[in-house]
């Protein structure tokens, strides 16, 4: 399955990956998806949204155990980042086929569609979707960087967007989600352990920040006549990096566009977009609200003027933790070592499925380069056997006829 992989949607130049919602390499990927899930006679659903379901067993059973993760990527994205969950998920039902285990609960893999938000700029947009968190009249009119809305876009490859939306009934089909993803920083190398279980992942949010000031001739022009919003955005990117350290957070400028953009103007308009996380949700506020205000102070020094609008701003996620303890139990095996069990900083469709009170856990698999959204990113082969090792592992115990079964972890109640 990886060896299919490699090479969609690879630039050459920079060895990165650039799989976008709904390019090209997206539908490569999803055909790719949907091949996998007809070789194993997994029945395909795709849902009103684009997220693609392989189900092992009749999913109108309820409680179902779903895994899986995402297919597109960041630009210049590593390649790992959400495929090692879907490989895995499946991989993880052949190693459970091939000893003759027998699910009493339905097994899901899951691809959700624009997991990156790279496109369209909404991160986890497919789960957002499913879950009801995002308007359908939002996402329709999103816009890539070619001004093409989702709505368009969606038309062109043949889905009708007028159907995105909620779909309760899938989700109450859901008892319980276990999504594999690489590890995106350094814990498990420092733990020296291939195999993590997440606690939660940090509150974020992406704000768009539009600097507003005056084109004119960069000879020309006076230093002190100028009103460049360059200068401000400048500063403030600044400021966020400093801010940021302050609160022993996380700020980010990984974006901009420049208008006119020309080497010998000065711009006219800087829109700039800041990724910002933190520990807790209050850190957050108080950070962005520092930087807004700092970067408001340098405008009027400068001339210039700021408008900031919040783009996608996600909650902190708290996993289950009965459900978090049942699954490191799971991973470790009968007598085996105890797991890590770390936060993250970096979103997933498992925040999105649990905020919609779906117990949820997540299994990381050790990244020696600690790099994530770069090429760098990497994992060990066996690293990665031992992952699907370990989802299987959960998924077993979590389908087996043992128990009552996760539902009772979590607050919710089906009543199938
Ligand atoms: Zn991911």
Known sequence: MWDDLVPVGRDPSTGGYRR??????DLTLREWFAAEAARREMPLVEDRNGNQFAWWGDPAEGDAVLTGSHLDSVPDGGAYDGPLGVVSGFAAVDALRTKDFQPVRPIGVANFVDEEGTRFGIAC?????????????RARALRDRDGHTLDEVLRRRGRDPERLGAEPELLDRIGTFVELHVEQGRGLVDDGAPIGVASAIWPHGRWRFDFHGRADHAGTTRMA?????????????????KQARLADARATFGR??????????????VRAWLDARAADEDTIAVLVGTIRRLATERAERDGTRLEVEAESVSAATTFDVGLRDRVAA??????????P?????????????????????????????GVSHAPDEYA?????????AALARVLEDLTGPRDVGPRDTGPRDVGT
């Open 341 to 369: 069990v770390l936060p993250t900083g970096a979103g997933h469709d498992a925040g999105i499925l649990s905020a919609a009170g779906i117990p949820t856990a997540m299994l990381f698999v050790r990244n020696p380069t």
């Open 256 to 269: 901009i566009e420049v208008v006119p953009g020309g080497t010998n103007a000065i711009p006219s308009h």
């Open 330 to 339: 799971a991973v470790a095996g009968p007598g085996g070592a105890a797991v």
């Open 125 to 137: 947009a497919g789960s957002r979707l499913l879950t009801g968190t995002l308007e359908p009249s």
């Open 20 to 25: 976008y919602a709904w390019s090209d390499a």
């Open 225 to 241: 006549d100028r009103q460049d919003p360059m200068l401000t955005y400048a500063m403030t990117a600044l400021a966020a990096n």
């Open 380 to 388: 060990e082969f066996a690293d990665c056997e031992a992952g699907v």
